[in-house]
């Protein structure tokens, strides 16, 4: 298979779950229109984005499954976890994905660095939790119990419960700042944001939003110096000055129609909003507080998360081929390796060979789809080399592909290969 340029995925994208369509749907922040939409689970709600943005993470609640997507390729799979899965977060070192399960009430720890992912742990965290934010340090894990009215605190070092820190009435919508002192809580119940301060596990303020307003989700500026609060009766957004103190709020911009998700972009210029009964999101100018884009078409936006990925120039090369493997039996080869006929094998070995100027590129990080199925993954080794074995004898012209998605320095590649069952039996007809 030759090897195909890939337009560099590079840039920053905000991702938004489809809750009626079981889809998430991708914006590109340059010009806020959406370029992608990719199939996921049932009812997705939570989204999370992996540090390097090659990754997102979508949580499937009707599904009881967390999808695992690859935007530069558009597939995802999907992992099984608790029931119903709402919340989702990954960790700063891209290492874990952390899944709040609302009906098993704990949450489920998962590779997040691996394809496909593994379970790891489950922790028990409280009743109903909803939204889980990770520390900047990544030594704990922050979780809103919906029906408890607490804070679930767990130490991700060793996957247990520290303590439960009371705050408002029906927390829903966690964050924390960037420096780690502080959790942000939004109370759904009693229209208040509680400010848990880290060093202490205690609420140190609690800031009202206002009665009957329903904050849903929170997002904190990349400075520390703002947080902004969805609130779902009131149809907008609250800005609260978190230098102040108390904290407290300095604006509200009006956005769709019962927000339920907000995220800011890395620059914190811009903040996305969804709203779920508009089927919209809103992009607000954070430096003037005002939307300057409304963006459509959504069917019933729930979580967003945003990401950057940034890409390197120097050109890549890659090959693929596929080997047969398994025992044959039809056409009597049976060497477990190149058996050809129709029935003569139970499995292909993809072997993908990443280059740079025709010398191998170690520790590239290659992905195996099958159209949109996302196989496996693998790192290259000293020979640039990465391989995935898939199971099962595969269908008439089966085409397989590997993406190296590029990184810091180097260009992303793709190349394909196609299996011919029709065409290995000629051949073996030919042989007797």
Request: aromatic share 4%; net charge negative.
């Amino acid at each position: 298979a030759t090897t195909r340029p890939v337009p560099a995925p590079a840039g920053t994208f905000a991702y938004v779950a489809n809750g009626l369509a079981g889809s998430l749907s991708v914006i590109d922040t340059a010009d806020n229109t959406v370029t992608a939409t990719i199939d996921v689970g049932d009812d997705p709600n939570g989204v999370a984005v992996s540090p390097d943005g090659s990754l997102v993470f979508v949580a499937n609640r009707l599904s009881d499954t967390v999808s695992l997507v690859v935007p530069a390729v558009g597939g995802a799979l999907s992992v099984p976890v608790g029931d119903n899965p709402v919340g989702v977060a990954v960790s700063p070192d891209g290492t874990r994905a952390y899944v709040t399960n609302t009906i098993s009430n704990n949450m489920t720890v998962i590779t997040a660095d691996e394809v496909p992912p593994s379970v790891i742990a489950t922790v028990h965290v409280g009743t109903r939790p909803q939204d889980v934010a990770i520390a900047p340090n990544g030594t704990r894990a922050y979780v809103a119990n919906l029906l408890d009215g607490t804070v679930a605190v767990v130490d991700t070092t060793t996957d247990t419960l520290l303590t439960a820190v009371p705050v408002g009435q029906l927390p829903q919508g966690v964050a924390t700042s960037p420096d780690g002192a502080r959790v942000y809580v939004t109370n759904f119940g009693d229209g208040t944001v509680s400010v848990i301060d880290t060093a202490t596990d205690t609420v140190r303020f609690t800031v009202p939003i206002g009665n009957d307003t329903s904050p849903a989700d929170v997002a904190v500026s990349r400075d520390g110096t703002r947080a902004y609060v969805a609130n779902f009766s009131t149809d907008n957004v609250s800005v609260i000055d978190t230098t102040a103190n108390p904290p407290a709020v300095i604006a509200t911009v009006p956005v769709g129609e019962e927000p339920l998700g907000v995220a800011l972009a890395p620059d914190g210029a811009h903040a996305y909003v969804t709203g779920s009964m508009d089927n919209s999101v809103s992009v607000i100018d954070t430096a003037t507080r005002t939307v300057t884009r409304t963006i459509g078409g959504f069917a019933i936006p729930l979580g967003v998360a945003v990401g950057t990925r940034g890409v390197g120039a120097i050109p890549t090369g890659l090959t693929l081929t596929a080997e047969r493997t398994g025992k044959g039996h039809e056409n009597g080869h049976g060497n477990g390796k190149e058996s050809v006929g129709v029935q003569g094998y139970r499995g292909l070995t993809l072997k993908a060979r990443l280059t740079v100027g025709g010398r191998p590129l170690k520790d590239g990080s290659v992905l195996f789809t099958r159209d949109t199925e996302v196989l496996c993954a693998d790192t290259t080794d000293s020979r640039g080399r990465a391989t995935c074995a898939v199971r099962g004898r595969p269908d008439d012209d089966d085409c397989y592909t590997a993406t190296f998605t590029g990184d810091e320095t180097h260009a992303a590649a793709t190349a394909t290969t196609c299996t011919d069952r029709r065409a290995a039996a000629r051949r073996t007809d030919r042989k007797r």
